[in-house]
């Protein structure tokens, strides 16, 4: 398991020729599928890089590190401005630890 | 029904495109768009096309971001020093002619890619911070879009999603590349004038550490399927030094760079013991700070012998260092900043486990590749082969790629100032290996799907040749589950295996283009595997201890031994060895730093 898609908040970067996460996918593992939501064609493909987790504009997917390596209830979610991300982690009890990356903007 | 069997026509009868270019660059990661550019600065009226399998926005080693360059010349340090000190880490052996250019380069393509707008980190005095010997501080999140888009606004052509499959030869020489697209019916036919290889080099050989959905969890690109080498192989390509194979000392499950931990934040290996092993046992070749293949080894025999599990000791760190610690891994490596959340780890409170990825084959950190000459040509007339799959030149990392792209397109561009013609088609259809020929094997698994059967139980699915090529490679040619070690007889079993594997090539078998990608990628693993088992089984000595054990031979042999291992495959499909002496140009004791 390597990404998973909320696709409530996926819309497939509307007309876009490649959506977002198609672009910055190294392996050509994600598409649209035939409702027009990004979908991973293969999950054990995933080298787990996160380029698609930071470049979707929606943050509608997030990195679920596979069960046979890591336990259930963390999360770890980008938001990315023009200079910095700032990353959120979130620990299996709640709290919560914030780091702000400066970033060129481009 | 009938819809489908016209979808499967077109898939199955690609429209040819054909294109010239002047200049060909065959992968768009680090090493080729470096190449791009430069070559469009040098000369604006050359066509320059990339050509490359993912999109080049994220795609190569940089998908994830870098948060340092590891060589580069801090002040007082010169090409000479840096080579010096690569010959240390390479154990010897290497070529001091291809090291000294590429460290000449580093100032120029690090200061190039800062003015791109890469974010390197200063002091207050406006120096490079320097994090050891070799390298500096970068805010590299960004690295690879900011060298892609660079590409796009200096007319570059790009070819985004196709994937190369054979060089066009012409008496002897390349004249480009064919390729197939990877979501459309298209097969490119690109000649070129010159063309320059960069397309890394091979994970993928070797059964990694994790499984299922976790495969790919591995230090190098899954994606670098070694298809440069694997043209090369069969286009009759000198290669070098495949036996000076690459494994990384990671984090373990999560497989994250310890270069962080060791020269970001001062961590030292110990054992379950907590033993500093490295300083007790290894001291001799140089403690903590030995060459890279000891570090690996170091700790691979602490878990042999029954002293695991094997750590880098971060208690050290306050709790501020250890939130310092995880900002840097979001550079570059955030899934570890996660995972330790996931499993209640806190750096500062217990050291981190570490252990030995699966071998690579690559050139960027060994020396694995094309046999090049100091402008990084080729043996094959027409080719340049520039980063991870070009040879003989350890120690590259980002800024060395960087380098090789730049000196590749440096003289490419010269060349093709006085290259009169390009093939043309009629040309590359009466050569003996035909374009028809290259359609017919490049599409035949799409047949043997849609047209021979349509089930999965009549052929082999590129997952089921992948692992079973990674097995034998793990267990007779020096994987993770033999501590790295081999011995002639047992390379024997894996070259004997190998052989049948390859018979089998004609059933396997691919549904759609992305299958089919697959599918040419685990065949060029395998032509690059049976060249390595060669290379592995010529070298009789162990020069580069965890990358390249010989049980039988453990001893390294600097009377027999101090040349290169290179091979050319035949026609007949023949590897046959060739012997290449090592010319020693700095001075000094070859195994001091």
């Known amino acids: ?74 999360e770890l979610k980008p938001k990315t401005t023009n200079k910095q991300i700032v990353w959120t982690l979130k620990y299996p009890d709640g709290r919560e630890e914030v780091f702000t990356i400066p970033v060129e903007s481009i | ?91 010897g052996l290497l070529r001091e002619d291809l090291v000294l250019s590429q460290a000449s380069e580093f100032e120029y393509v690090v200061k190039k890619v800062e003015s791109w707008g890469l974010p390197i980190l200063k002091d207050a005095n406006g120096n490079y911070q320097p994090r050891g010997r070799w390298n500096i501080k970068i805010n590299g999140e960004k690295l690879k879009p900011i060298i892609a888009r660079k590409t796009i606004k200096a007319g570059v052509k790009v070819i985004n999603r196709a994937f190369a ?130 570090r690996v080894f170091g700790p691979t025999r602490e878990l042999k012998e029954g002293r695991g599990p094997c750590y880098m000791d971060t208690t050290h760190l306050s709790k501020e260092q250890a939130y310092e610690l995880k900002k840097s891994f979001l550079d570059m490596y955030p899934d570890i900043v996660l995972y330790w959340a996931a499993n209640g780890i806190e750096p500062d409170k217990e050291p981190i486990e570490i252990q030995g990825t699966e071998p690579y ?92 059967n349509q089930e999965l139980t009549q052929g082999i699915t590129y997952e089921e040749m992948e692992a079973r090529l990674q097995k034998i490679m793990d267990e007779y040619a020096g994987g993770v589950s033999s501590f790295y070690e081999m011995s002639e007889p047992r390379l024997k079993v894996a070259e004997k295996k190998l052989q049948q594997l390859r018979s089998q090539i004609p059933f396997l078998m691919a549904k759609d283009y992305f299958e089919l990608m697959n599918v040419h990628e685990v065949i060029d693993r395998i032509d690059v595997a049976e060249v390595l088992v060669q290379h592995l089984i010529y070298r009789q000595e162990t020069r580069w201890p965890a990358y390249q054990s010989r049980t039988d031979y453990p001893e390294r042999n600097d009377a027999k031994w101090l040349k290169f291992v290179n091979s050319i495959r035949d026609k007949n499909g023949e590897i046959k060895i060739i012997e290449r002496p090592y010319e020693q140009i700095v001075p000094g004791d070859r195994y001091l730093p």
């Not at chain 1, 064609?41 to 080298?47: E, F, G, I, P």
């Not at chain 2, 029904?1 to 054909?18: G, Q, S, T, Y």
């Not at chain 2, 090409?79 to 390479?90: I, N």
């Open chain 1, 1 to 74: 398991m390597a990404v998973i898609i909320d696709h409530l908040k996926c819309n497939g970067c509307r007309d876009a020729l490649e959506s977002r996460c198609e672009e910055v996918c190294p392996g050509n593992l994600m598409i649209r599928n035939e409702e027009h939501k990004a979908v991973i064609r293969s999950m054990s493909d995933c080298w787990d890089c996160m380029a698609c987790v930071k470049a979707c504009p929606m943050q509608a997917i997030k990195t679920k590190l596979p069960y046979e390596l890591a336990a259930f209830g963390a």
């Open chain 2, 1 to 91: 029904m009938a819809k489908k069997l016209d979808e499967n026509n077109i898939m199955l009868n690609p429209i040819i495109v054909l294109l010239e270019t002047d200049l060909l660059i065959i992968g768009g990661g680090t090493a080729g768009c470096l190449a791009a550019i430069e070559a469009k600065e040098l000369n604006s009226n050359i066509n320059v096309t990339v050509v490359e399998k993912a999109n080049i926005i994220r795609s190569g080693c940089l998908a994830a971001g870098m948060n340092a360059i590891n060589a580069y010349l801090n002040p007082g340090e010169t090409p000479e020093s840096f080579t010096k000190y690569v010959r240390y880490d390479a154990c």
């Open chain 2, 165 to 294: 499959t054979n060089y066009i030869i012409e008496k002897g020489s390349i004249k480009g590349v064919y390729a197939v697209s990877t979501n459309e019916s298209k097969f490119y036919v690109i000649k070129a004038k010159k063309t320059i290889v960069a397309t890394g080099g091979a994970a993928g050989i070797y059964k990694p550490n994790n499984t299922g959905n976790a495969r790919h969890k591995i230090w190098y690109s899954p994606f670098n399927a070694g298809a440069g080498y694997a043209m090369g192989i069969r286009a009759g390509a000198e290669m070098t030094s495949f036996e000076h194979r690459f494994i990384a000392l990671r984090t373990k499950d999560i497989i994250s760079p310890t270069g962080t931990l060791a020269l970001g934040f001062g961590a030292t290996q110990i054992n379950a013991n907590n033993e500093r092993f490295m300083q007790t046992k290894l001291s001799h070749v140089g403690g903590e700070g030995a060459p890279t293949p000891y």
């Open chain 2, 361 to 452: 084959i690559m050139g960027g950190h060994n020396q694995a590749g094309y046999w090049v000459d100091v402008n990084r040509q080729t043996s094959l007339p027409g080719l340049f082969a520039a980063g991870d799959v070009s040879g003989g030149a350890p120690y590259k990392f980002v800024s060395g790629c960087f380098a090789e792209g730049v000196i590749a397109a440096r003289q490419a561009v010269k060349e093709i100032m006085f290259e009169q013609q390009l093939t043309n088609l009629e040309d590359i259809n009466k050569a003996e290996y035909s374009l028809e020929k290259e359609l017919e094997r490049v599409y035949q698994p799409l047949h043997r799907f849609h047209i021979k």
